[in-house]
């Protein structure tokens, strides 16, 4: 095994055993890495012990050893080794000098330590120790603007060993099960290109919505893969006792044969489209700061922040809104919610000022404006050979790529380190992801609108045809 494990290669082991198995058997460096949140993690600990004088290691082994060397507190050491024949090269967020050893320091963002916590923090201290260094095994474990100490022992690095092994050991990668960091994922078309064999075996469990409870009960009328979910014949029993058996029956149908299945035909699926139409995205922290519009290939955007009265902000919104006259596309409800709320807040200021007429006007258009969900429209109306059906999962699937490796929770992240440094390299990248969210939207809504103009599978269903996938009995 010549790949070299990392911080972010345990991450995936126990996020996603799939993607790990995908990186083991890659020759390429495939992996993308989210490092977002990182500097937020080192900034917590410099926060958190103002008093010490950091020498940076820079995720460097050298700087790491003479550092360690001077006795110094040390600052994103890094320690690399090999153990039981796996290579492995991992970093820690610090090391504190304490009483002859050295302790280490983890931040993290989740409420508790997780496994993958327990298996860096174990795993490094073996590795300090082939690097000559004592470290104690009672870890600093610090969140936010707390931490606790706890003690860690080998079993850290035996459930990495035992993960790891089973993980190599296997002759056919493990089912699916990551959710957020599918949009970071390089091996996303690979983990979506199985042969239709494949997948008629697969778990009932690999399918959108069925969890654990669900496969149990699954399993109890005799139901473990997904092409026992498709010969399965619809009983009445079946029906009553297995909540949306028929959603699950269609899901599995349409992800064993790779094809999209349409109930309602394209052309009755969007209403009153006239011209191109807009495509519309909104990124919010607490509260909604960036609007995104791409109307043919003109980005516009609009931001709410503190600089500007936010009256004349949305006013600017509202009125680049009334001009559209056109559908205003987005996906899930969150932006229609959003500009219903900034029209009605609008229109009470207005009314405060005495400008009621203006406040109506404004309402009046906004509602005057078709807002089209294309998320709605998706889970009404199709089933695709997804297990997700975010618009990173869908839009993925069409071919589209996003130019900026973020999503929501790392937009964020930018998005504070924009108004913290004022460094607009920090909203250029917002920007960027904005935009794309709104051609991934386009991407979508042009495929439901012509599926044909896509290479990927589809079949419109009248109801026979449903109820013949679904084997009423
Ligand atoms: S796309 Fe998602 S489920 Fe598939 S391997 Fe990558 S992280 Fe795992």
Same mark, same amino acid.
């Given at each position: 095994?010549?790949?070299?494990?990392?911080?972010?290669?345990?991450?995936?082991?126990?996020?996603?055993?799939?993607?790990?198995? @995908?990186? +083991?058997?890659?020759?390429?460096?495939?992996?993308? $890495?989210?490092?977002?949140?990182?500097?937020? =993690?080192?900034?917590?600990?410099?926060?958190?012990?103002?008093?010490?004088?950091?020498?940076?290691?820079?995720?460097n082994i050298e700087i790491t050893k003479r550092t360690a060397n001077n006795e110094a507190d040390i600052l994103n050491p890094l320690f690399e080794g090999v153990i039981n024949g796996v290579k492995l090269r991992l970093a820690v967020h610090a090391l504190i000098r304490k009483k002859e050893k050295y302790q280490i320091v983890i931040s993290h963002l989740s409420r508790r330590p997780s496994k993958?916590?327990?298996?860096?923090?174990?795993? @490094?201290? +073996?590795?300090?120790?082939?690097?000559?260094?004592? $470290?104690?095994?009672?870890?600093?474990?610090? =969140?936010k603007k707390s931490m606790k100490i706890q003690k860690i022992k080998d079993d850290g690095y035996q459930l990495f060993f035992e993960t790891f092994q089973e993980i190599t050991n296997r002759k056919s990668p493990p089912p699916a099960s990551g959710t957020r960091i599918c949009n970071f994922?390089?091996?996303?078309?690979?983990?979506?290109?199985?042969?239709?064999?494949?997948?008629?075996?697969?778990?009932?469990?690999?399918?959108r919505g069925i969890g654990t409870n669900m496969s149990t009960m699954m399993k109890s009328y005799g139901i473990d893969t997904l092409g026992d979910l498709i010969d399965a014949p619809l009983t009445g029993e079946l029906d009553e006792k297995i909540k949306n058996i028929r959603r699950y029956k269609l899901q599995a149908f349409?992800?064993?044969?790779?094809?999209?299945?349409?109930?309602?035909?394209?052309?009755?699926?969007?209403?009153?489209?006239?011209?191109?139409?807009?495509?519309f995205d909104i990124e919010a922290d607490d509260s909604p700061y960036?609007?995104?519009?791409?109307?043919?290939?003109?980005?516009?955007?609009?931001?709410?922040?503190d600089n500007n009265s936010r009256n004349s902000q949305i006013e600017a919104i509202m009125k680049y809104i009334e001009r559209l006259q056109v559908n205003l596309y987005h996906y899930c409800e969150y932006e229609n919610r959003v500009l219903r709320e900034l029209s009605n807040e609008l229109k009470q200021q207005l009314k405060n000022e005495k400008k009621a007429d203006l406040g109506t006007k404004f309402l009046r258009s906004f509602y005057d404006t078709p807002m089209i969900d294309i998320y709605e429209i998706i889970i009404k109306n199709i089933f695709t050979p997804l297990r997700h059906y975010s618009l990173k999962s869908i839009a993925k699937w069409l071919g589209f790529k996003w130019r900026i490796g973020l999503d929501g929770r790392s937009s964020i992240q930018e998005y504070r380190r924009w108004l913290n440094t004022g460094n607009k390299k920090h909203l250029?990248?917002?920007?960027?992801y904005n935009e794309d969210d709104c051609r991934a939207t386009r991407i979508v809504k042009e495929w439901i609108s012509n599926p044909s103009d896509f290479e990927h599978k589809f079949i419109i269903l009248n109801r026979r045809d449903v109820d013949d996938i679904l084997k009423i009995k």
């Open positions: 095994m010549d790949r070299v494990i990392g911080n972010n290669e345990i991450y995936y082991m126990f996020t996603c055993p799939r993607m790990f198995y @995908f990186f +083991l058997q890659d020759e390429t460096e495939n992996i993308v $890495v989210e490092n977002a949140l990182e500097n937020d =993690r080192i900034s917590n600990v410099k926060d958190y012990f103002k008093n010490i004088s950091w020498v940076d290691a820079k995720k993958r916590h327990h298996v860096i923090a174990s795993t @490094f201290i +073996l590795l300090s120790r082939q690097n000559g260094l004592t $470290v104690s095994d009672n870890i600093i474990f610090l =969140r994922c390089g091996f996303w078309e690979k983990c979506h290109s199985f042969n239709v064999d494949d997948r008629s075996k697969l778990p009932v469990s690999s399918i349409s992800f064993v044969k790779d094809t999209a299945l349409f109930l309602n035909p394209p052309e009755k699926l969007i209403k009153n489209e006239q011209n191109n139409g807009v495509y960036l609007f995104g519009f791409l109307q043919n290939n003109d980005y516009k955007y609009f931001l709410l922040d250029e990248a917002l920007l960027l």
